[in-house]
Antibody, heavy 118, light 110 residues
Framework: EVQLVESGGGLVQPGGSLRLSCAASGFTFDDYAMHWVRQAPGKGLEWVSVISWNGGNINYADSVKGRFTISRDNAKNFLYLQMDSLRAEDTAFYYC???????????WGQGTLVTVSS | QSVLTQPPSASGTPGQRVTISCSGGSSNIGSHSVYWYQQLPGTAPKLLIYRSDQRPSGVPDRFSGSKSGTSASLAISGLRSEDEADYYCAAWDDSLSGNVFGTGTQVTVL
């Protein structure tokens, strides 16, 4: 059974940084692309970033490009999201997600809440 | 803002059929498969339909998906109280080089 467990969320001041982690299990991690998707409280889903199985291909939403960095450690079965220069509008639940290919999302974690506020 | 457009709400009585539309463009739905997700209150999204019309194991056959051109739809037949949730469509977008989600539809069982 696919399991994705996010951690690292919390309260951070505007302009600050935070690093999210996602522990993956139940599948061969280095066979699949991985995504981050976020959802502001009471709002819809917003795709954030995707990384290919070996990290060779990466894409970001325009809203986070230049501020967020996605990475993965295939030896440890972990996905990461380094978030810098955080803004109030980055406040959201952040979900780690697994696809079948680079272009789709099939499985979701339970999410971790990031709050950007002074 | 979302690239895929859905109606904000849909409703029906138990047993009825409800259909949710998802309108996109040539760079997303017109070129790629559509995915549908169900999000129950306070929980993470869950895959409902993949590759536009395929159901994962465990998803009741009351749920069905279809795609035509640059639009897609999700149908829920035999509506049940446990179907009250938010529903989102999604597809890869070649112009944005990323996934795009629909605006979301809240389904209410009257």
């Amino acid at each position: 059974e696919v399991q994705l467990v996010e951690s690292g969320g919390g309260l951070v001041q505007p302009g600050g940084s935070l690093r999210l982690s996602c522990a993956a299990s139940g599948f061969t991690f280095d066979d699949y692309a991985m995504h981050w998707v976020r959802q502001a409280p009471g709002k819809g889903l917003e795709w954030v970033s995707v990384i290919s199985w070996n990290g060779g291909n990466i894409n970001y939403a325009d809203s986070v490009k230049g501020r967020f960095t996605i990475s993965r450690d295939n030896a440890k079965n972990f996905l990461y999201l380094q978030m810098d220069s955080l803004r109030a509008e980055d406040t959201a639940f952040y979900y780690c997600a697994k696809g079948r290919t680079y272009y789709d999302i099939l499985h979701w974690g339970q999410g971790t809440l990031v709050t950007v506020s002074s | 803002q979302s690239v895929l457009t859905q109606p904000p709400s849909a409703s029906g009585t138990p047993g009825q059929r409800v259909t949710i539309s998802c309108s996109g463009g040539s760079s997303n739905i017109g070129s790629h498969s559509v995915y549908w997700y169900q999000q129950l209150p306070g929980t993470a999204p869950k895959l409902l339909i993949y590759r536009s019309d395929q159901r994962p194991s465990g998803v009741p056959d009351r749920f069905s998906g279809s795609k035509s051109g640059t639009s897609a739809s999700l149908a829920i037949s035999g509506l049940r109280s446990e179907d009250e949730a938010d529903y989102y469509c999604a597809a890869w977008d070649d112009s944005l080089s990323g996934n795009v989600f629909g605006t979301g539809t809240q389904v209410t069982v009257l």
